[in-house]
């Protein structure tokens, strides 16, 4: 396939991906991918365009996760043809600026040699053929894993981290690697060192961040499930933005009610930090979940009437914008009107408790967690050598008013503010006997793209004070307490604004009950339904 130059600084390193291991999975006797694929010599030649093509390009950038493998596993759709698709996608949407890799060549001799096992009827994992997009942020072994930021450029792993392992293992296709906010360290994804991402719903705004280019590639249909991460709103922000569905899964105190491993993905905070699920469909979701979690519960959406959502207004419905907020209460009208409860009740004290926590508990953690990511992988830098390098001015200054975070000011956050936080949901879930609060996830539309990184925000038409780390501040509002309490969290699209953007309502839950929540959403979605999607140029 012939590649055009993509704007902003992408490297298209198929060939290298197949010599190095990264995707090295034609061999039987793989790490990866044992048993999922033949040995190489079980090559077939392409099938693009064979009987086994039912499917026009253009329809197949549209399938659903559940739906691309099942047309796979039926026949009527052939795995190099859904990921040359995919493919033509992303080149086609190249000004978005979504994707810092693209995994060319090895996406397509690894769907050959997926049809060829197929044909063959040898064994296939259960993610066979699937397309995955990733953050930048989560190591690949033998793809350069940049975290975003000029410093660590040239620094390509040697092994991958086990969430992405585990979904290669099950045959899964890694199309990409996605540009986001520098550092993870932001919501916008105007990343100075890699080119800002645009939204494909307007490419004027934002995306949301840290997880920008992952959504934004989803939306714009370059493949239909990817992994982002997820601190304090990275994942959640850019779901809601950009009109796909984000499951931050369970941390709760890192021990077992963490749900996914952090091993191998750059870090912002050790006690927040969790890579989490996009995708358009909650089914699809669900399907990644399984994988990654190993929990093969049943997930099925409950009844409306057996559901009980709280919704909290004085501190999460308060400040939004008005149309987000009238067209996130028309969602919960609906729900209503379906038999689903909804508390009103108030979480008391929920900010003051997360301001006394979030911050100081973060940049701590960074200056504390990176250079030991660094060592334990391998990179060729030092963490000073990697902050001397950053780009981005709004990153700058978060950095910079990070080192004043003093020590007793992280023990008071870690063993008095965040206890505080978690009891204060725990009464609340209990006492209240809800599922689940609700509320809207951002309280915005996509902001416009600021190219000098003043932190411009306007809610209600009105402009918000403080600069970058306000506007930051101001766009996690409503997902930071959650996070920040190692609670899962789903943010779901519910609607598109006058102006065409999309609106996300978020709903978290108590700890280790994700799919509770997973069913939950599943509901909640078939109630609401879906967005359309956005308008790309061809």
Same mark, same amino acid.
């Given at each position: 396939m012939k590649l055009k130059q993509p704007?902003? &600084?992408?490297?298209?390193?198929?060939?290298?991906?197949?010599?190095? /291991?990264?995707?090295?999975?034609?061999?039987?006797?793989?790490?990866?991918?044992?048993?999922?694929?033949?040995?190489?010599?079980?090559?077939?030649?392409?099938?693009?365009?064979?009987t086994h093509r039912t499917a026009r390009s253009g329809h197949q950038a549209d399938l659903s996760a559940s739906e691309a493998l099942a047309q796979m596993q039926q026949g009527h759709l052939s795995t190099e043809s859904y990921i040359a698709a995919l493919l033509d996608r992303a080149?086609?949407?190249?000004?978005?600026?979504?994707?810092?890799?693209?995994?060319?060549?090895?996406?397509?001799?690894?769907?050959? #040699?997926?049809?060829?096992?197929?044909?063959?009827?040898?064994?296939? /994992?259960?993610?066979?053929? %699937?397309?995955?997009? +990733?953050?930048?942020?989560?190591?690949?072994?033998?793809?350069p894993t940049?975290?975003?930021?000029?410093?660590? #450029?040239?620094?390509?792993?040697?092994?991958?981290?086990?969430?992405?392992?585990?979904?290669?293992?099950?045959?899964? +296709?890694?199309i990409g690697k996605a540009n986001m906010h520098e550092l993870g360290l932001g919501v916008t994804s105007n990343n100075a060192a890699f080119g800002a991402v645009q939204n494909p719903y307007a490419l004027n705004r934002i995306p949301g961040g840290a997880s920008g280019g992952t959504a934004a590639a989803l939306a714009a249909r370059m493949a239909p499930v990817g992994l982002g991460t997820d601190a304090t709103g990275s994942l959640r922000v850019p779901a809601a933005l950009c009109g796909v569905a984000g499951l931050r899964p =369970?941390?709760?105190?890192?021990?077992?009610?963490? &749900?996914?491993?952090?091993?191998?993905?750059?870090?912002?905070?050790?006690?927040?930090?969790?890579?989490?699920?996009?995708?358009?469909?909650?089914?699809?979701?669900?399907?990644?979940?399984?994988? %990654?979690?190993?929990?093969?519960?049943?997930?099925?959406?409950?009844?409306?009437?057996?559901?009980?959502?709280?919704?909290? #207004?004085?501190?999460?419905?308060?400040?939004?914008?008005?149309?987000?907020?009238?067209?996130?209460q028309n969602a919960l009208d609906k729900l209503? =009107?379906? /038999?689903?409860? %909804?508390?009103?009740?108030?979480l008391p004290d929920i900010g003051t408790l997360t301001r006394s926590t979030s911050t100081s508990l973060t940049m701590f953690e960074l200056y504390m967690d990176f250079p030991g990511y660094l060592w334990e992988t391998g990179a060729p830098h030092s963490f000073w050598d990697v902050l001397a390098q950053v780009k981005s001015p709004d990153v700058q200054a978060l950095l910079k008013s990070g080192k004043n975070v003093t020590r007793d000011q992280y023990l008071k956050a870690l063993t008095v503010g965040r206890p505080n936080l978690v009891r204060a949901y725990a009464d609340y879930f209990s006492a209240q006997n809800?599922?689940?609060?609700?509320?809207?996830?951002?309280?915005?539309?996509?902001?416009? +793209?600021?190219?000098?990184?003043?932190?411009?925000? =306007? +809610?209600?038409?009105?402009?918000?004070?403080?600069?970058?780390?306000?506007?930051?501040?101001?766009?996690?509002?409503?997902?930071?307490?959650?996070?920040?309490?190692?609670l899962p969290g789903l943010s779901l699209p519910v609607a598109l604004s006058a102006a065409g953007m999309p609106v996300g309502l978020s709903i978290d839950g108590p700890a280790g009950s994700d799919r509770t929540l997973l069913s939950l959403g599943l509901t909640i979605e078939s109630i609401l339904g879906s967005i359309a999607p956005p308008q790309l140029a061809a």
């Open positions: 704007r902003g &600084r992408r490297e298209f390193i198929g060939a290298a991906l197949k010599t190095t /291991g990264a995707l090295a999975v034609v061999s039987s006797t793989s790490t990866l991918l044992s048993g999922c694929v033949p040995p190489e010599s079980a090559t077939a030649p392409s099938v693009a365009g064979t080149q086609s949407q190249q000004s978005l600026n979504a994707l810092i890799t693209l995994n060319d060549t090895g996406a397509l001799d690894l769907a050959r #040699r997926i049809d060829a096992a197929r044909s063959a009827n040898k064994p296939l /994992g259960a993610l066979a053929g %699937l397309a995955l997009i +990733i953050n930048d942020n989560i190591n690949t072994a033998g793809v940049s975290s975003g930021t000029p410093g660590l #450029r040239d620094f390509t792993p040697t092994v991958s981290a086990p969430v992405l392992q585990t979904l290669l293992a099950k045959g899964a +296709i890694l =369970s941390v709760g105190n890192g021990g077992k009610e963490r &749900r996914y491993s952090t091993v191998g993905v750059a870090p912002v905070s050790h006690t927040r930090d969790t890579v989490g699920t996009m995708a358009r469909s909650v089914a699809d979701i669900v399907l990644i979940d399984s994988a %990654l979690s190993g929990d093969e519960t049943t997930v099925q959406g409950l009844p409306a009437t057996q559901i009980r959502l709280g919704v909290p #207004r004085d501190y999460f419905w308060s400040g939004v914008d008005h149309e987000v907020a009238t067209l996130c209503k =009107s379906r /038999g689903v409860t %909804l508390v009103e009740a108030d809800v599922q689940a609060i609700v509320f809207p996830t951002v309280p915005v539309t996509a902001p416009l +793209i600021d190219p000098s990184y003043s932190g411009a925000l =306007s +809610i209600d038409g009105t402009p918000q004070p403080g600069g970058s780390q306000a506007a930051l501040n101001a766009l996690t509002r409503n997902v930071d307490p959650g996070s920040c309490a190692g």
